[in-house]
């Protein structure tokens, strides 16, 4: 306090020599003068850019925010511009709700109004959260489901089978599979061991792929019952089976039958289906694949692996002139032109 108040008395007091005071002769100098005239203008200026501003401001016409939410960043962009508004990006976060690129939040929030060329601020979605599914195998059910929650993923189905080596209670399958990428919230269905099957009961071997005449020997050498279904859609070898219940490694219960559902046999005639063998000379198995093009482009409807003279019997959808290229191990072997 006392220092501010010599300093006070300094500026106030005579100067010695001119007898006027200190602090007039400072403000009576040239240069002090054109520094205090500057500010002085200054001052003005920002002054009346603030007032100025302001009436503009205040001179443009009301109009109501638009829901953004949901809308493609581009339709949101044009829906803002139509209302007299520009979008601000505000950041992007998941939404499992939402696909990458949609608008999830905006600020000012649709139905307020504001003055024309003002920003709405949005936060884009990044889509769902991506996350790999954990390995549940060999796992207690328990533990399982507590591994997918703290993942932020959930049990969906829930299949008992019988095992011949895990125990009762325990993960003994799982789809997706470990290590898939899906997004928060997916549901994983697992297979649950119910133990070893019962004792005396004939185990179902993996006929996917098999023929049917092989299913057929396994049934009459165990004494079970068969029930067969051919699938005008499925596509492989003729009467090769393509799904299968009981399902392998589970056992055959009394009273029950095992049924498959085949690929059409050639003399079955079921829709419209394109016939090929293998050649006999191929070595070992062979990659054959058929690319058919019409008036709607060019895709592949069939590709799998198959023996030396074996007869593949695919269903084709044939609705205009249909070209149909067959390649086995990367070499055009045939063509056929099929007509509607």
């Known amino acids: 306090m006392g220092k501010m108040t010599d300093f006070l008395n300094y500026w106030l007091e005579p100067d010695p020599v001119t007898g006027h005071r200190r602090l007039l002769l400072f403000i009576s100098k040239p240069w002090v003068i054109i520094l205090l005239t500057m500010v002085i203008i200054a001052s003005a200026m920002v002054f009346s850019i603030n007032q100025i501003m302001l009436v503009l401001l205040h001179s443009k016409p009301e109009v109501i925010v638009p829901a953004l939410e949901k809308k493609g960043l581009v339709d949101a962009l044009r829906t803002a ?40 601020r949005v936060v884009i979605s990044k889509g769902g959260q991506a996350i790999f599914v954990p390995l549940l195998m ?142 006999e000379d191929i070595h070992g198995s062979a990659e054959v694949k ?15 692996q198959h023996a030396a003279g074996q007869s593949i019997e695919i269903p084709v959808n044939v609705t205009t002139t249909t070209r149909v290229r067959i390649y086995v191990n990367g070499l055009l072997k045939d063509e056929r032109v099929l007509e509607p």
């Open 138 to 279: 060999e796992k207690p059910m328990a533990e399982a489901q507590s591994m997918l929650g703290m993942e932020g993923l959930q049990v969906g189905g829930v299949n008992e089978v019988y095992h011949e080596t895990a125990e009762e209670g325990f993960v003994v399958g799982q789809s997706p599979s470990s290590g898939t990428i899906v997004t928060r919230g997916a549901l994983v269905d697992v297979e649950i061991s119910k133990g070893p099957p019962p004792a005396g009961l004939p185990v179902v071997p993996d006929f996917t792929g098999k023929s049917v005449e092989e299913v057929r020997s396994w049934v009459e050498s165990n004494g079970v019952k068969l029930d067969v279904k051919e699938d005008a859609k499925a596509a492989g070898a003729s009467g090769s089976v393509v799904v299968q219940y009981p399902l392998a490694g589970q056992p055959v219960l009394p009273r029950e039958n095992l049924k498959v559902t085949i690929v059409p046999l050639l003399s079955s005639g079921q829709g419209f289906r394109l016939t090929y063998k293998v050649p």
């Open 290 to 304: 058929m690319v058919a093009r019409d008036s709607r482009g060019e895709s592949e409807v069939y590709n799998g």
């Open 81 to 120: 511009s139509e209302s007299g508004l520009t979008l601000q990006y505000d950041g992007v976060d998941f939404d499992e709700g939402l696909p990458a690129g949609t608008v999830v939040r905006q600020s000012p929030t649709s139905g307020m109004k504001v003055r024309s060329g003002r920003s709405v």
